[in-house]
């Protein structure tokens, strides 16, 4: 067998395993499914964008292109949610064989000892949270990280060069792969900003032509960027003024939203130094009812393991006999630092870290191995207790963990039966997460509508009381369709408690997420008196300029 065909049948190899995984853990960030994944993909491929107001709230403006592969995943396998799994965990594979090119970049697995270190880190690359959870997940952390990590791998391999000559082809589709990323899940862009500082650090190892390698590199970021999210730009602009919309608004001035700069400010965990260095500590055992970093039960010690062996890095610098790291050693620790930071710092949520929560361990491999003692009594009573305290450490995450999965439900969406509305119908969305469920009603009737109104998910993105589409011409649009429409008005939302009365009927109870109480849903269907009259704060602000408290 041939070397190229060798690659070929090892990836399809990591594809197939990832996908079996994934059928067997079957993970899913429900709540996120539910709230826009599913609508947002629905809409793009339905041409929506614009005619529906705001139904997923601020997230109905999120880039939906990886959310129309997860739209037609369920429409096809909705109802055999292991073949669903499988299929989303093919993406995890493809992560995982990145990984195992980057291993190789790094551990000599000529040698025992090598091929020991290169299978341990991928194992414990594979269970970190961030990515172990979000195996099969609808939240496209995967995929955008595949293509972040393949761009640090085609740096990497151009560093790790003895002459340090780079292609400059390969420089410039590093940078659009990074740019992608970045097009895909705007979150990805710290990937962007951090692989940029580290590629201006090592740019002479890179390639000698260093100056045209930077702008290169900057280039194909551009260029990935706007293949993946340029047409998704035109449309915010055509409908809402603001190629970014809703965010940069401080900078853009969309008059269909406040002129802030919005962003998801409840997660950020380090609002200080001081609590930068002790988010690692807590995240080693977090089973505390308040969340961290966006979840509630969790373990997982790479963080803190990340700055005890970052500190001890550099207090051997003192030290003339220290191991010297090699260039590709020192500039994935750049890059997988200074991502740590800008997230710890900016966003907190720990869905986003998967890029160097999984390079990490070959980092502590690396060192570990670096350190290795030539006496062999030395070796077995303190080196290997310490190699294997590490490894245990890091595998234990997946079984002391817990989050949202599928396991036990006959399908991924569960519609309700013998549910309709009439056509040409105002949908209100009375809360999140709800919009799965008039997917397949707007969908029997296309002339019908969906709109939000405000709810806590908008005092996370700083914008209550109204909500989105309580200010300015979202506020005008909004009267404006409510005030023309001559249909069926129809409200669906739930409840922490079964409700009905004359115009509403219950849906479906449904844990959104593992372990916690259910969620009632409903669905009133009247005129629009009768809706007022059943919730007389529905509009909260819209008619009139007049808010409900």
């Not at 950020?268 to 130094?273: F, L, P, T």
Request: charged fraction near 15%; glycine fraction near 8%; proline fraction near 5%.
């Amino acid at each position: 067998m041939t070397a190229k065909r060798k690659g070929i049948f090892v990836f399809f190899l990591f594809l197939i395993a990832g996908g079996l995984i994934s059928a067997v853990l079957r993970h899913e960030n429900t709540w996120d499914l539910y709230n826009y994944h599913y609508y947002n993909g629905f809409a793009l491929l339905n041409g929506r964008v614009g005619f529906d107001l705001a139904p997923a709230f601020i997230m109905s403006f999120f880039n939906p292109l990886a959310d129309g592969v997860v739209y037609l995943l369920i429409r096809a396998f909705n109802d055999c949610v292991p073949l669903y799994s499988f299929f989303t965990g093919l993406y995890f594979g493809g992560l995982m064989y990145v990984l195992f090119l980057i291993n190789r970049l790094f551990f000599d697995t000529s040698t025992r000892r090598g091929r020991i270190a290169a299978v341990l880190s991928l194992c414990a690359g594979a269970t970190g949270f961030a990515t172990w959870f979000q195996i099969g997940s609808s939240t496209n952390e995967i995929p955008v990280s595949i293509l972040v990590l393949t761009g640090i791998y085609l740096l990497l391999k151009l560093i790790a060069t003895p002459t340090g000559a780079a292609n400059l082809k390969t420089v410039f589709i590093a940078g659009m792969l990074l740019g992608s990323a970045a097009g895909l899940k705007y979150t990805s862009a710290i990937y962007c900003l951090t692989s940029g500082i580290a590629f201006i650090l090592f740019r002479k190892r890179i390639s000698s032509a260093s100056v045209k390698a930077l702008l290169l590199f900057i280039a194909g970021g551009l260029a990935g960027f706007l293949a993946f999210n340029g047409y998704w730009m035109y449309l915010m602009y055509q409908n809402y003024d603001s190629p970014f919309f809703p965010l940069f608004n401080a900078v853009f001035k969309s008059p269909w939203f406040p002129e802030i700069n919005t962003r998801d400010q409840i997660h950020v965990a380090a609002r200080s130094v001081g609590r930068a260095l002790s988010v690692p500590l807590e995240m080693i055992n977090h089973t505390k009812k308040k969340e961290l970093v966006g979840f509630y039960r969790f373990t997982d010690a790479r963080f803190y393991f990340m700055y005890l062996f970052g500190a001890i890095f550099l207090c051997s610098r003192a030290f003339e006999n220290a191991p010297k790291p090699r260039p590709q050693t020192l500039f994935l620790m750049t890059f997988a630092g200074t991502s740590f930071l800008v997230w710890l710092f900016f966003f907190s949520i720990i869905r986003y870290v998967i890029p160097f929560e999984t390079v990490l361990p070959v980092l502590f491999g690396t060192a570990l191995l670096s350190v290795a003692p030539k006496s062999k009594k030395l070796f077995r009573r303190a080196y290997v207790p310490l190699c294997v305290f590490v490894c245990a450490a890091l595998l234990v995450t997946p079984f002391a963990s817990e989050t949202s999965h599928l396991r036990g439900r006959k399908s991924v969406i569960a519609f309700p039966n013998g549910f309709d509305i009439p056509d040409n119908s105002l949908i209100f969305i009375l809360n999140e997460p709800s919009t799965h469920l008039v997917v397949d009603l707007l969908k029997r009737h296309p002339r019908s509508r969906a709109l939000s109104f405000s709810t806590r998910m908008d005092s996370t993105w700083a914008i209550a009381p109204y909500g989105i589409t309580g200010y300015g011409k979202f506020k005008e649009k909004t009267a404006e369709v409510i005030n023309n429409h001559d249909g069926a008005f129809v409200a669906i939302g739930h409840t922490a408690f079964p409700f009905l009365n004359d115009i509403c009927r219950p849906l479906n109870a449904l844990s959104v997420v593992s372990g916690e109480k259910p969620l009632f849903y409903f669905a009133c269907v009247g005129d629009e008196q009768s809706m007022l009259k059943t919730f007389p704060n529905l509009y909260m602000g819209i008619i009139d300029g007049k808010k409900a408290d």
